[in-house]
């Protein structure tokens, strides 16, 4: 080959070279050495062990004041906002550009939410965070019912009756919040009327807002729904409130199957029955 044409190609070859570099590149390790500093100087100021592991949650462009981090004084040159989280907390730094100087400027608790808050008709109460709340609506005559299940496969917009049914042939725990008139229909009957396990559990309604009310625990055997037309023994725990004009109840319905100490719906029931509150 030609010396003429062998100098074009290495000439090329170094140009598409120089092309292909992202331009972004000069500023990743900077960002990736702030985000390093950042968890380095937590640790020594929290003086945590090595052990303790720090996440690095986010990083961001926030300008900064050198000789005022934090932010009480204007900005005089680029840095990094960078959220770090460490035994259950998050912490919110602020470096200069080549975090020379980093300063801690909040903390607040990073646990995740254990429980949601639901307001119904007439109360409110908190529920695990990982169950799913199917509200059926508020009839005309105040009455409402709301089902509460760690179940998601359960489609919303189905009756009450049809959601129990797949609810108890999945053998799946779940909660029934309900309110009714005093002076309408008749409350049908949950079971206890036939438990021979029946215990009632001493209690003040009138913490919850409540002019009577009752608490109970029993076990009931309910129809698997199937051909094999067997049955299974259900737990079930009732809160029942009575207000001027309503009564209020919490039924809980788990299966023997998931009855266990150490069941991660074990203390459902006191989250719901404890929470539980009348509102006007």
């Not at 917009?157 to 797949?166: A, I, Q, S, W, Y």
């Not at 053998?171 to 409350?187: C, E, F």
């Not at 029946?198 to 029993?218: Q, R």
């Amino acid at each position: 080959m030609p010396k003429f044409y062998a100098y074009i190609g290495i000439a090329a070859i170094a140009l598409v070279s120089c092309q292909q570099t992202p331009s972004n590149n000069a500023t990743a390790p900077t960002n990736n050495l702030a985000t390093e500093k950042a968890i380095s100087y937590l640790r020594s100021q929290l003086k945590l062990s090595p052990t303790v592991a720090i996440v690095a949650e986010s990083q961001k462009p926030q300008p900064a004041n050198a000789n005022d981090l934090c932010q009480t004084a204007a900005p005089t040159q680029a840095g990094f906002e960078i959220a770090l989280i460490a035994e259950d907390m998050r912490y919110t730094l602020q470096t200069n550009q080549d975090a020379s100087k980093i300063e801690i400027c909040r903390s607040e608790d990073a646990k995740p939410e254990t429980t949601g808050k639901y307001t119904g008709a007439g109360y409110m109460l908190r529920y695990p965070a990982d169950w799913k709340a199917i509200d059926l609506g508020l009839e005309p005559s105040g009455a409402s019912t709301v089902i509460f299940t760690p179940s998601r496969e359960i489609p919303v917009g189905e009756d009450k009756n049809d959601l129990v049914k797949k609810l108890q042939q999945s053998q799946q725990v779940y909660t029934v919040v309900s309110r009714q008139p005093i002076d309408g229909k008749a409350i049908a009957s949950d079971g206890s009327d036939k438990a021979k396990d029946l215990v009632k559990i001493p209690f003040d309604p009138k913490v919850k807002g409540a002019k009577s009310g009752s608490k109970e625990e029993f076990t009931i055997a309910i129809a698997a729904g199937d051909s094999s037309n067997k049955s299974t023994s259900w737990k079930v725990k009732v809160l029942t409130l009575e207000a001027d004009k309503f009564i209020y109840t919490v039924r809980y319905y788990q299966p023997d199957s998931q009855n266990a100490a150490n069941s991660p719906n074990s203390s459902a029931f006191d989250q719901f029955a404890n929470s539980f509150a009348l509102i006007p």
